[in-house]
């Protein structure tokens, strides 16, 4: 099992940027993928999930309005498109998979892909 995350980059405040998961080695039709980021010094936080049958989402509420998780079913691709970025959203973000549990807390997670920094800076 394969998730692999990109798009992560330095962008100015007030900026837009895309980020892409890719899963691969197993169906994730009863999974929900989600997006945790961890700042330097901080714990991983929960960002935005969604399941990968209907596309229900989830949003923490630092990034609600702000940022879109949606997926692409016949690419095995979810993407988090941020807008309005802020210094405090520079981070390690990764994707990750879950089947059970709650949706915010990262132990609930059995997949993770290896994590693509975003730096946020004027």
């Known amino acids: 099992v394969q998730l692999q995350a990109s798009g992560g980059g330095l962008v100015q405040p007030g900026d837009s940027l895309r980020l892409s998961c890719a899963a691969s080695g197993r169906t994730f039709s009863s999974y929900l993928l989600g997006w945790f980021r961890q700042a330097p010094g901080k714990e991983r936080e929960f960002v935005a999930a969604?399941?990968?049958?209907?596309?229900?989402?989830h949003y923490a509420d630092s990034v609600k309005g702000r940022f879109t998780i949606s997926r692409d079913n016949a690419k095995n691709t979810i993407y988090l498109q941020m807008s309005n970025l802020k210094p405090d959203d520079t981070a390690v973000y990764y994707c990750?998979?879950?089947?059970?549990?709650?949706?915010?807390?990262?132990?609930?997670?059995?997949?993770w892909g290896q994590g693509t920094l975003v730096t946020v800076s004027s």
């Open positions: 969604i399941t990968w049958i209907g596309g229900s989402t």
């Open positions: 990750a998979a879950r089947k059970t549990g709650s949706i915010i807390y990262n132990y609930n997670y059995d997949y």
